[in-house]
């Protein structure tokens, strides 16, 4: 393997990197509990490898069920002295054997030996965690993506990354549609990056994923919060008779209120604003103009119905069907008023 393809030196602290940054080195842990940015960095530090050395040898270990001796055994150099790579799993439930040899290897590492180690999160092997951090091999922090702004940014960064365009509403109807799995949401973007010729708009998305639960339960939610009160029942009965669930249309009603209540209260520019609550810019501007149309009264009145619908529909009542249209109907008519 060339020799600048893989990092020997140790730097003085932890040297934490972004999945989408991650090369080669000696040693590289990945922890974390999200397991689709879990193998997005195994997949580059893979690719890296095998540009560098393609007749490269690849092994697999299983910390949870290893042997002890496997490790050492495995990065013996081979007849040919190729190149290796070797990808351990299940340090979350690794087993005494592996600890120590893990921490042996540590002290000495091979020389064209890339050994990446994956950790799904939790306390057990903290020592050899410590261990790696301490030593300044490469760390990539694969948490999950729950903040809106978090998966905008990270369907931006696949646009950008695929050498495609992406407008700012579609950004948001995306996350919408498929955010609430990560893996999902990162197929769609190859999707779209694959089938768009021209810059993707927020009209592409409803055309390719309208149809999905959650790009339904915001079409409700939005033309409830615009005061659309038959529109947003139209769409909500509509839903329902296709078999959408009132749980994720509350849930799409409450998350609305929530950021229109948060912008109400704030100070400052909405660039300001949305750093300070962790949303897009271009969202914060939008509940800017929304919140025009709402009293104080109307918004507390909204989240109160709101918050009551969504223990109606998780089992309080025994029709929560009218517990969504009433909320609908609630948060329309306020919206209206002044």
Not at 245 to 269: C, F, H, I, M
């Amino acid at each position: 393997m060339a020799a600048a393809s893989v990092s020997k030196a140790k730097p003085s602290a932890a040297n934490t990197v972004s999945w989408r940054e991650v090369t080669p080195s000696a040693v590289v842990l990945i922890t974390g509990p999200e397991e689709y940015l879990g193998i997005r960095a195994m997949d580059r530090i893979r690719s890296h490898v095998r540009s560098a050395a393609p007749d490269v040898e690849i092994s697999k270990l299983n910390a949870g069920s290893y042997e002890s001796g496997s490790l050492a055994m495995t990065v013996t150099p081979s007849l040919f002295d190729e190149a290796k790579l070797i990808e351990i799993e299940g340090l979350e439930s690794m087993n005494d054997a592996f600890l120590a040899d893990a921490l042996a290897y540590l002290a000495q590492p091979e020389n064209d030996v890339v050994l990446v180690l994956r950790h799904g999160g939790g306390t057990r092997g903290k020592k050899l965690l410590d261990a790696v951090k301490s030593s300044g091999w490469p760390v990539v922090d694969c948490q999950p993506l729950k903040k809106d702004a978090e998966k905008t940014a990270f369907v931006v960064s696949e646009f950008k990354a695929g050498g495609r365009r992406i407008e700012a509403e579609a950004v948001q109807a995306l996350v919408n549609a498929v955010g609430a799995s990560l893996s999902e949401l990162a197929a769609a973007c190859n999707q779209l990056i694959a089938d768009a010729t021209t810059p993707v708009d927020a009209a592409t998305v409803e055309r390719y994923y309208g149809g999905r639960v959650e790009a339904t339960a915001f079409k409700v939610a939005d033309a409830a919060m615009a005061g659309n009160g038959p529109q947003a029942l139209s769409s909500l009965r509509h839903a329902l008779a296709t078999g959408v669930d009132p749980v994720p249309l509350v849930a799409a009603l409450a998350a609305k209120l929530r950021t229109l209540a948060k912008v109400a209260g704030a100070q400052g520019s909405s660039a300001q604003i949305a750093k300070q609550l962790g949303i897009q810019p271009w969202l914060v501007e939008q509940a800017q103009r929304d919140v025009r149309r709402w009293t104080p009264d109307g918004l507390i009145r909204s989240i109160q119905v709101t918050a009551e619908a969504d223990a109606q529909v998780k089992g309080l009542s025994r029709d929560p069907v009218y517990a969504v249209e009433h909320a609908v109907t609630v948060i329309a008519t306020s919206a209206r008023g002044r």
